[in-house]
């Protein structure tokens, strides 16, 4: 079973994978993340570091899935392992489409036919939703901010978010970032326990 954790930057999706690790040992979940699992995930945050091409940085981001859904995540679904992401194809999705929209008309059409059909569908992601203002406010004490992480950047990513969560009601749930991390943590892993067991 694949289950996604999915957000902008800020909404403490890094605070909840960890809290997800300690409330879900027992049932051993492999935790992974987009970009990173493969050393595709380094030049990949070199990339996004030198603010390279858009569209040499979206393909980069999607060389990084294809790795990962190669060496991590298709050989774990195979052993029947939980497999939890941090981000996966619906991030492309939401910021991609943000980046790539000056450069050609329905970057997410693009965006999506170049996923093409060798992804996997998620069983379940988990939308963090948080204004803006609060997103930025947790990210302010954090050193080299990227070129996401400005307001009018995030506030079209999160947007996309809601769209795609919008199309497909059945895989998404959304989550107020806002509530305390505690709240959210146990929500998430008492949904994804049920989820579990009713496989
Ligand atoms: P992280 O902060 O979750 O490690 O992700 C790094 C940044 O990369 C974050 O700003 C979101 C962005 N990102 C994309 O723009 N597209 C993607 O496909 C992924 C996985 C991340």
């Known amino acids: 079973m694949l289950i996604t954790i999915e957000g902008i930057d800020g909404c403490g999706k890094s605070t909840l994978m960890g809290g997800l690790e300690a409330a879900l040992s027992d ?6 993340r987009e970009p ?19 569209i040499a940085e979206a393909l980069l981001f ?29 991030s492309r999705y939401a910021y991609q489409q943000v980046t790539l929209a000056p ?22 992601t988990y939308l963090l939703t ?19 992480e400005r307001a009018e950047v995030l506030e079209q990513v999160q947007k996309n978010y809601l769209a795609l969560a919008e199309e497909d009601p059945q895989r998404f749930v959304l989550v107020d970032a806002l509530q305390e991390r505690e709240k959210i943590c146990t929500f998430i892993a008492g949904d994804i326990r049920n989820l579990w067991q009713s496989l």
Do not use: C, M
């Open 103 to 124: 450069l050609f008309p329905e970057p997410l059409l693009w965006l999506r036919s170049v996923h093409g059909n060798w992804t996997v569908r998620p069983d379940r």
């Open 27 to 32: 049932i051993n979940p492999l935790f992974t």
């Open 62 to 90: 999607v060389a990084d899935h294809a790795a990962h859904l190669a060496e991590v995540i298709r050989p774990a679904l195979a052993e029947h392992r939980l497999v939890i992401s941090d981000r996966y194809s619906d």
């Open 130 to 148: 948080i204004p803006i203002a609060d997103a930025l406010d947790r990210l302010d004490g954090k050193d080299g901010r990227e070129h996401f």
């Open 36 to 54: 990173g699992a493969t050393w595709i995930g380094d030049q990949v945050r070199r990339g996004i570091a030198e603010e390279i091409d858009p």
